[in-house]
């Protein structure tokens, strides 16, 4: 895919720094601790696609949600939206932006004020951008009616609070009051993780639908990997807040190179498999912040070797299509076995 | 011929008092289990697969109450024991599996402490001999440096090791029976599948019983026999794995399936189920599912359609579970 990107994501790291005890910060020659949970990331998103985000807990997803959200600033690196760099959290580009990019969070429950109904909901966002928007009260009333009822929610039901919708139908209010704006990008954060299948299967067609009418890019964060080849067409794999893989969805999901990506999608349940596939990545997360020399992964990855435990791979394009993080693959050029 | 099953279920009824109100939250539930077979109990959450796991180890606190019923277990009813009786099934011959590894161990207490529990209990050992018997269960579920492990507490070791823990102390006892409500959905998807493999692996070599209480159908498609399909409090298909997922006689399995996205087919659309669970205080009348199902809805579904069978060892509640299921 050709595209102008929307969203560029440049050299990108963010660290947490660990709260230190007096006697560490008094004690000379101790250098502050900090969790690094983006680690250079560089990568560009095109507009109309769904960028997947997709690792274990801790590998970093929901800190770039933040990140590009501006909810809280990098450490280093800047994010570009449409050719303007976004500021840190607060400044003054921060509501323009956010005009343009909204969010939809993983739980309704929490994400809704349960002391607003839905119409209220719906029109904040619209109050809080009504200048830039140039919206009369009328045209904010019908917009308000307009984007319920394109989200498959009835604007009869208005006057309702959150607690008397169910599940479903609240994410439907999350994604109105983040479509009410007509933005041109949304990160979703696990947008159906907390809902049952058959109900996530008719807010993935709502989204699938909306994209489709709006032109709208999504980066989508999930750790549901069977929902991510069917709902994204490009993936970035995310390791301890480094990027292993990236690429066309089909590249990435058919013909894995880095052995993490192939451990992680061995170890989805496959509803066509009658048997129980052995685990294929050993061991646990190690400790962020005291992460391992050379590949992150190494400790537990079944193909590691020397260089691998002091040299840190960089991402290199390979023949076959994706970008990947790994000595193995881009010495041997080969996928490994 | 078949041996005697280790766990007998029928009738299995489940209600709760909300006000004037009686509410049945498991309508009369029935299977079996074979020794060293695993049931997967699955279903939409408020399907009422944890009552029932909730129910067999006689955890319904007021105002809920199991109604009606049998559960023989080693020839006795469950249902019927008094609690002291109980007491000295659960945690002995019949352990139970949390989701939440956080929620089930003691924060104070070190993990040795909590696993040697049960053996000091139930099989009356010195505190040393259950500290040694702790131990070994630490090892054999893979826990690295045991000795040191069963002196720490839970807060030191991660989700996946507190939940290897548990399995430790539940196996430590070789039950004839665990029960394993959602023991793998807080992990993340690669300590998901060594967790599952733990699990697994010790029953089936002990010959354990494991009724797998979960909401996702690919992983009952990887560890089940039997896959049980709970909707609406009801047990509406029950059959063999194989059987179960490729000739459903369910159409609320059937779309059940349906509904999951598939690597293998992304351009595929996503067949929701239109609507939602009916909520177990405003049930529909006749078959539980008739208001979302896709098949041709006659008369006779008004009518509450019985659990019969429709093959080996197989049962549908649908009165039209002999026909072919369009999707």
Same mark, same amino acid.
């Given at each position: 895919m050709?595209?102008?990107?929307?969203?560029?994501?440049?050299?990108?790291?963010?660290?947490?720094?660990?709260?230190?005890s007096?006697?560490? %910060?008094l004690a000379?020659?101790?250098?502050?601790?900090?969790v690094g949970?983006?680690?250079?990331?560089d990568f560009?998103i095109?507009?109309?696609?769904?960028?997947?985000?997709?690792?274990?807990?801790?590998?970093?997803?929901?800190t770039?949600?933040?990140?590009?959200?501006?909810?809280i600033?990098?450490?280093?690196?800047?994010?570009?939206?449409?050719?303007?760099?976004?500021?840190?959290?607060?400044?003054?580009g921060a509501?323009a932006?956010?005009?343009?990019?909204?969010m939809?969070?993983?739980?309704p429950?929490g994400?809704?004020d349960?002391?607003?109904?839905v119409?209220?909901l719906?029109?904040?966002?619209l109050?809080?951008?009504r200048r830039?928007l140039?919206l009369?009260?009328?045209?904010?009333?019908?917009?308000?009616?307009?984007t319920?009822?394109?989200c498959g929610?009835?604007?009869?039901?208005?006057g309702?609070f959150?607690?008397?919708?169910?599940?479903?139908?609240?994410q439907?209010?999350?994604?109105?009051r983040?479509?009410?704006?007509?933005?041109s990008?949304?990160v979703?954060?696990?947008?159906?993780?907390a809902?049952?299948?058959?109900v996530q299967?008719q807010?993935?067609?709502?989204?699938?639908?909306?994209?489709?009418?709006?032109?709208?890019?999504?980066?989508?964060?999930?750790?549901?990997?069977?929902l991510?080849?069917?709902?994204a067409?490009?993936? *970035?794999?995310?390791y301890?807040?480094?990027v292993c893989?990236?690429?066309? =969805?089909?590249?990435?999901?058919?013909?894995?190179?880095?052995?993490?990506?192939?451990?992680l999608?061995?170890?989805?349940?496959?509803i066509?498999a009658?048997?129980k596939?052995?685990?294929?990545?050993?061991?646990?997360?190690?400790?962020?912040?005291r992460?391992p020399?050379g590949?992150a992964f190494?400790?537990r990855?079944p193909?590691a070797?020397?260089?691998?435990?002091?040299?840190?791979?960089?991402?290199?394009?390979?023949?076959?299509g994706?970008?990947?993080?790994?000595?193995?693959?881009?010495?041997?050029?080969d996928?490994?076995? | 011929m078949?041996?005697?099953?280790?766990?007998?279920v #029928?009738d299995?009824?489940v209600r709760?008092?909300?006000g004037?109100?009686?509410?049945?939250v *498991?309508?009369h539930?029935?299977f079996?289990l074979?020794?060293?077979?695993?049931?997967?109990l699955v279903?939409? #959450?408020?399907?009422?697969?944890?009552?029932?796991a909730?129910?067999?180890?006689?955890?319904?606190?007021?105002?809920?109450?199991i109604?009606?019923?049998?559960a023989l277990?080693?020839?006795?009813?469950l249902l019927?024991?008094?609690?002291?009786?109980?007491?000295?099934?659960r945690?002995n011959?019949?352990c139970?599996?949390?989701?939440d590894?956080?929620?089930?161990?003691n924060?104070?207490?070190?993990i040795?402490?909590?696993?040697s529990e049960?053996?000091?209990?139930?099989?009356g050992?010195?505190?040393?001999?259950a500290?040694?018997?702790?131990?070994?269960?630490l090892?054999?579920?893979?826990?690295?440096a045991p000795?040191l %492990?069963?002196?720490d507490?839970?807060?030191?070791? #991660?989700?996946?090791?507190?939940? $290897?823990?548990?399995?430790?102390?539940a196996?430590?006892?070789?039950?004839?029976? =665990?029960?394993?409500d959602e023991?793998?959905t807080?992990?993340?998807?690669?300590?998901q599948?060594q967790?599952?493999?733990?699990l697994?692996?010790?029953?089936?070599t002990?010959r354990?019983?494991?009724?797998l209480v979960t909401?996702?159908?690919?992983?009952?498609?990887?560890?089940?026999d039997?896959?049980?399909?709970?909707?609406a409090?009801?047990?509406?298909e029950?059959?063999?794995?194989a059987a179960?997922?490729?000739?459903?006689?369910?159409?609320?399995?059937?779309?059940?399936?349906g509904?999951?996205?598939?690597?293998d087919?992304?351009?595929?659309p996503?067949?929701?189920i239109?609507g939602m669970m009916?909520?177990?205080?405003?049930l529909?009348a006749g078959?539980l599912?008739?208001?979302?199902?896709?098949?041709?809805v $006659?008369?006779d579904?008004?009518?509450?359609?019985a659990?019969?069978?429709v093959g080996?060892q197989?049962?549908?509640?649908?009165?039209?579970?002999?026909?072919?299921?369009?999707?």
């Open positions: 050709i595209s102008r990107p929307i969203l560029d994501i440049r050299g990108v790291s963010k660290f947490f720094p660990l709260r230190r007096l006697w560490d %910060r000379p020659g101790k250098k502050p601790l900090a949970a983006l680690r250079d990331l560009s095109a507009t109309g696609e769904t960028m997947a985000v997709v690792g274990e807990s801790g590998c970093g997803k929901s770039l949600a933040r990140v590009v959200m501006g909810l600033p990098p450490s280093a690196g800047t994010v570009v939206f449409e050719g303007t760099p976004i500021d840190a959290a607060g400044g003054p509501r932006r956010r005009r343009h990019i909204q939809v969070f993983q739980n429950f994400s809704l349960p002391r607003m109904r119409h209220a719906v029109r904040e966002p109050v809080i951008h830039a140039g009369s009260s009328a045209q904010i009333r019908a917009r308000v009616e307009e319920l009822f394109e929610l009835d604007p009869a039901m208005a309702r959150p607690h008397q919708f169910s599940g479903g139908q609240r439907r209010i999350a994604i109105a983040a479509l009410a704006i007509r933005p990008m949304l979703l954060d696990e947008p159906v993780s809902l049952d299948v058959s299967a807010i993935v067609n709502l989204l699938r639908e909306k994209q489709r009418d709006h032109d709208l890019t999504y980066l989508f964060i999930s750790h549901d990997l069977s991510v080849r069917c709902f067409t490009r993936v *970035v794999v995310m301890l807040g480094r893989e990236i690429g066309e =969805i089909a590249d990435v999901f058919d013909r894995p190179l880095h052995p993490y990506t192939r451990g999608l061995a170890a989805v349940p496959d066509r009658r048997s596939r052995p685990a294929a990545v050993p061991g646990e997360l190690p400790n962020p912040v992460p020399s590949c190494h400790p990855c193909l070797f020397d260089r691998c435990r002091t040299e840190e791979p960089t991402l290199t394009k390979h023949p076959q994706q970008l990947v993080a790994c000595h193995l693959v881009t010495t041997s050029n996928r490994p076995q | 078949t041996p005697r099953p280790v766990l007998e #029928s299995l009824t709760f008092r909300v004037e109100k009686l509410i049945t *498991v309508d539930v029935a079996e074979q020794s060293g077979e695993i049931l997967c279903g939409e #959450s408020g399907a009422g697969k944890s009552t029932v909730h129910a067999l180890m006689r955890l319904i606190d007021p105002p809920g109450e109604a009606d019923g049998r277990f080693a020839g006795r009813d019927a024991l008094n609690e002291a009786e109980m007491q000295a099934v945690g011959h019949i139970m599996i949390f989701q590894p956080m929620a089930t161990l924060p104070l207490k070190r040795g402490e909590q696993i049960g053996l000091r209990l139930h099989r050992l010195s505190r040393a001999a500290w040694q018997g702790a131990v070994k269960a090892r054999d579920v893979g826990i690295p000795e %492990r069963a002196r507490y839970p807060h030191q070791l #991660s989700g996946g090791m507190q939940q $290897r823990a548990i399995i430790a102390a196996v430590a006892m070789e039950p004839g029976l =665990i029960i394993a023991p793998t807080a992990l993340d998807a690669t300590i599948s967790v599952l493999d733990l697994i692996g010790l029953t089936r002990l354990t019983a494991v009724i909401h996702n159908m690919a992983l009952v498609a990887e560890v089940a039997t896959i049980g399909v709970m909707y409090g009801a047990l509406v029950l059959g063999p794995k179960v997922l490729d000739q459903p006689r369910h159409p609320y399995t059937a779309a059940l399936i509904s999951i996205p598939r690597a087919e992304p351009e595929r996503f067949v929701a239109p009916p909520s177990v205080s405003a529909p078959c599912f008739h208001p979302r199902c896709a098949q041709m $006659r008369p579904c008004l009518q509450r359609p659990l019969t069978m080996q197989h049962w549908s509640a649908c009165h039209f579970a002999e026909l072919e299921i369009t999707r």
